[in-house]
């Protein structure tokens, strides 16, 4: 078992850069998958990036280019560095475990956050 506690959302505007975080409790994150995903308003909950044990890191073609995932084993912590961010990047944003080594849908997760909200006003 283990909790993902996210941190680091809020309200920005259009162009602005967040850094989300992610702290593991219980387990080290190092033996996971990890991910974010985001969720809008009326939408379904939608894959963002992934980064692997190896910390090899994918991205969905939204945020490619703008969007940076990155972990610290030594904070059992996952990050998640947003620039140039959109109206259209509004959602909350989910931390995510996973024991597969590529996730990109909701079925691949094991663990997940309670989410952090962001907003991009235009």
């Known amino acids: 078992q283990v909790q993902l506690v996210e941190s680091g959302g809020g309200q920005v505007q259009a162009g602005d850069s967040l850094r989300l975080s992610c702290a593991g409790i219980?387990?080290?994150?190092?033996?996971?998958?990890m991910a974010w995903f985001r969720q809008a308003p009326g939408k379904e909950r939608e894959f963002v990036s992934g980064?692997?044990?190896?910390?090899?890191?994918y991205y969905a073609d939204s945020v490619k280019g703008r969007f940076t995932i990155s972990r610290d084993n030594a904070k059992n912590s996952v990050y998640l560095q947003m620039n140039s961010l959109k109206p259209e990047d509004t959602a909350v944003y989910y931390c995510?475990?996973?024991?597969?080594?590529?996730?990109?849908?909701?079925?691949?997760?094991?663990?997940w956050g309670l989410g952090t909200q962001v907003t991009v006003s235009s």
């Open positions: 995510a475990a996973s024991g597969r080594s590529d996730v990109g849908l909701r079925a691949d997760i094991d663990y």
């Open positions: 219980g387990r080290a994150l190092r033996m996971f998958t």
């Open positions: 980064i692997r044990r190896t910390s090899s890191t």
